[in-house]
C-alpha cells in the first residue's frame, strides 16, 4: 500500500487542517496573554492612581519654585518660536500623546537598569519628575512618574502644561524660567526672541549648565545646532533657514 503522506527531507509535511488549528491555537494563547496584561496594567494603573498625589496644585508648586528664585512668571501668550523649537527637540508628539508616549515606555527598563535616563519622556513626565519626585530615577519613582504625568495630561491643557514646563525650567547662568532667561540672556521679553535665540534656550534643558552660552559657548552652540536640525526634521523650518539661522547672533548681553 502507498503512503497518502509526503515527506519534505525527514519529516512528514503537516497537513493544511492540522497547521490552521495549531495557528488558531496561537492565535488565542497570544489574544489571552494580551488580556492578562491589559489586565495587569490596569489593575497597576489603578494603584498608581490612588497612591500618587493629586497634580491640581502643579501651578502653584511652579509658583513657588518662581518665587523661591525671585523670578517673574512668564506673562502673555507662550512663545511661538520657543515652543516650537522646545518640542521638536524634546517632545516632538506633545499634542498627540495623553501625557506619556509608548514607544519611549519601552525604554524606561533600561533607564532603571543602567541608572542612567534614555530620553524620550515626554514634557508631561519631566513636569512631574521635577514637581513631585525631585529628579529621582528609581524604579517606584518612575513608575509614579508615568501615572503623575497621564494625571497631568487629565487636569491641565497642553498649553497650560507648556507654560508650567517652561516656568518651571532651569536655564543655567542662574536663570530659573524663561522671562528670566529672556530678559537675563538677550534682554528681551519671551515674545520678542529671536529663531537664534529660541532655538539656544531649546537647546539649554538637557543640561542647562554644561550649555551654558556664556561660559560654554562652543557647546551651546553645537546644541543649538542639534535643536535647528530637529526643527528641519519635523518640518518646521527648511535647512536653508537653519542654516541662516545658525550664523545669526545671540546678542548676549554684554557679549
Known sequence: MVSTVTRTGSRAAVP?????????????????????????GAVLLGAGWALTPSVEDAATRVSTHLAAHSAPALQGAV????????LATENSRFYSTPGVDPVSLLRA???????????????????AKNL????????????AEVVLALKLDRTWS???????????GY?????????DASTGYFGVRPADLSWAQASLLAGLFQAPSAYDPVKHP???????????????AVGTLTRAQADRIAKEPWDLQGG
Open 218 to 232: 562652543d557647546a551651546a552652540r553645537a546644541r543649538q545646532a542639534h535643536v535647528l536640525a530637529r526643527l528641519v
Open 109 to 127: 527598563p533600561i533607564g532603571v537598569l543602567s541608572g542612567r535616563d534614555p530620553g524620550g519622556a515626554t514634557l508631561e513626565q519631566q513636569l
Open 132 to 143: 513631585y519626585e525631585r529628579g529621582s530615577m528609581s524604579l517606584t519613582a518612575r513608575a
Open 16 to 40: 493544511p487542517v492540522q497547521r490552521r488549528a495549531r495557528g488558531r491555537g496561537v492565535f488565542r494563547r497570544l489574544v489571552r496573554t494580551l488580556v492578562a496584561l491589559a489586565l495587569l
Open 158 to 168: 497642553k498649553q497650560q502644561i507648556l507654560r508650567m514646563y517652561l516656568d518651571d
Open 79 to 86: 512663545p511661538a518660536r520657543l515652543a516650537a523649537a522646545l
Open 171 to 179: 536655564y543655567g547662568h542662574g536663570f530659573y524660567g524663561l522671562t
